[in-house]
């Protein structure tokens, strides 16, 4: 029972999408596909015409505006089913949301679940009363003080710089890394492997199998301990991948997007003052990338996949930057979502070492093997 719950739990910090998925399907499942939601899922009211992939992403946007699992609102193993409450408010929820935006913002997504519910099922109507003197912003001063901000180019080129140089990076191919990953209290051994330019597996051994994530080069791949047959990546788990497979991030940066910001960041990161450059593309939600204001190295992304409903945030910090071969190497990140997050601690790092192609490719066939019997601790 304890083990379920864990490797549920791992799934849903893994991944982005994909506990819905509790049968295995043979083929890809046609909850990936555009299809409309409704003749793909048995009980579709209100979000009729979505494509049937953004069914599950819009309930994760769900579950992380409200603060609750999805059996909040549904029955184990039946999602079609209409039994809770809950399920059937939060239906009137959606319209609601829909109607707000439509008769008020123009049809702009302004107001979402999150707007009101600030990760709470009950919303607060009534304004608190702070412990204390409460805090009131200082627009005058804050405008004052604010000092000029440096450029994109001069921050990007700042990273390539403190990571030891574009030539000191090119001269690296390969990395494997190994260490572990914890998610609370739980700890498990991580391997990853990576190689110029842009392919990637991290492996999670779990007591079942391994927990991968891969990108070939060019899609990302899945994999699950159990019986489960390996599966695509949708497309922002894709985007997220590829860029995380990026070999030679720091020089690739200015090339991945059409258009950057530069903006101040309130807060401090590490105990860091930061500088918050915002790089977008048409038509996708922007990414937030922080950098050390004194090291200038790259300390925290945050990126956004929308939803029909609204957009969820998944951040990484990168921390424990190491030289090794004449290059700094974050040894630590941390992925946090607004459920969940896990942390991955490298113990031990090489490079340039021959990593064969193959590893990075999907297998064919079910890869893991039959659940070992184990008796339930
Ligand atoms: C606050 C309530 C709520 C939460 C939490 C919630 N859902 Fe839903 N879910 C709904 C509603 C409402 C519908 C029906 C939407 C409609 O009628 O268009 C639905 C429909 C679904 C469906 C389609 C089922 C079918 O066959 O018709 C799936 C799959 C689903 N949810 C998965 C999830 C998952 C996975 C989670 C957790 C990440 C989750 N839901 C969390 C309210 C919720
Ligand atoms: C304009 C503000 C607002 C927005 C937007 C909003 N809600 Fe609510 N929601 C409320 C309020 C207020 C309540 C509590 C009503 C009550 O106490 O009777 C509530 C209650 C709920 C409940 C019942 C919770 C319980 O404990 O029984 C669910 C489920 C819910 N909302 C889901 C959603 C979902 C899903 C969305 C986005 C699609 C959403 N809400 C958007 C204001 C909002």
Redesign the pocket.
């Known amino acids: 029972m304890k083990r379920t719950v864990f490797h549920f739990t791992v799934a849903i910090i893994l991944l982005a999408a994909s506990?819905?998925r509790a049968q295995s399907h043979a083929g890809p499942s046609p909850e990936d596909s555009a299809s409309p939601a409704e003749q793909v899922?048995?009980?579709?009211?209100?979000?009729k015409g979505t494509p049937a992939n953004q069914?599950?992403p819009s309930?994760?946007f769900?579950?992380n505006s409200?603060g609750?699992?999805?059996g909040?609102?549904?029955v184990r193993g039946a999602?079609?089913k209409d039994d809770k409450k809950?399920?059937q408010t939060?239906?009137q929820m959606?319209q609601m949301q829909m109607a707000i935006n439509r008769d008020n913002f123009k049809g702009e997504r302004e107001v979402t679940c999150f707007s009101c519910h600030r990760g709470s099922h009950d919303p607060v109507g009534v304004p608190i009363i702070a412990e204390g003197e409460p805090k009131r912003p200082e627009p005058e001063k804050e405008e004052a003080a604010a000092p000029a901000l440096p450029t994109a180019d001069e921050i990007l080129n700042k990273y390539v710089q403190a990571v030891g140089g574009a030539a000191a990076l090119e001269k690296i191919t390969s990395r494997v890394e190994k260490g572990t990953i914890s998610f609370g209290p739980q700890q498990l051994q991580v391997e990853v492997l990576a190689k110029a330019p842009n392919k990637r597996i991290s492996m999670v051994h779990t007591p079942n199998g391994d927990n991968i994530t891969a990108f070939d080069g060019h899609a990302g791949w899945i994999g699950n301990p159990g019986p489960r047959p390996p599966r695509d990546m949708s497309e922002p788990e894709n985007e997220a991948i590829g860029f995380d497979a990026t070999f030679y991030l720091p020089t690739e940066l200015k090339k991945m997007f059409a258009q950057f910001r530069v903006r101040p960041a309130a807060e401090k990161i590490g105990g860091h003052d930061v500088m918050q450059l915002i790089g977008a593309n048409p038509g996708k939600p922007p990414m937030r990338l922080f950098f050390d204001k004194e090291s200038g190295l790259l300390v925290r992304s945050i990126r956004y996949a929308d939803t029909p409903l609204g957009r969820n945030p998944t951040q990484v910090d990168y921390a424990d930057y190491r030289s090794q071969d004449g290059v700094k190497i974050p040894f630590q990140w941390t992925l946090a979502r607004p459920l969940g997050r896990f942390t991955v601690q490298i113990a031990e790092l090489q490079q340039n070492v021959p990593v064969d192609d193959k590893k990075f490719e999907k297998p064919a066939a079910p890869a893991a093997p039959a659940e070992p019997k184990v008796p339930a601790k």
């Open positions: 506990s819905s899922f048995k009980n579709i009211q209100v979000l069914i599950v309930m994760q769900i579950a409200l609750v699992e999805c909040f609102c549904h999602n079609e809950t399920k939060a239906r959606i």
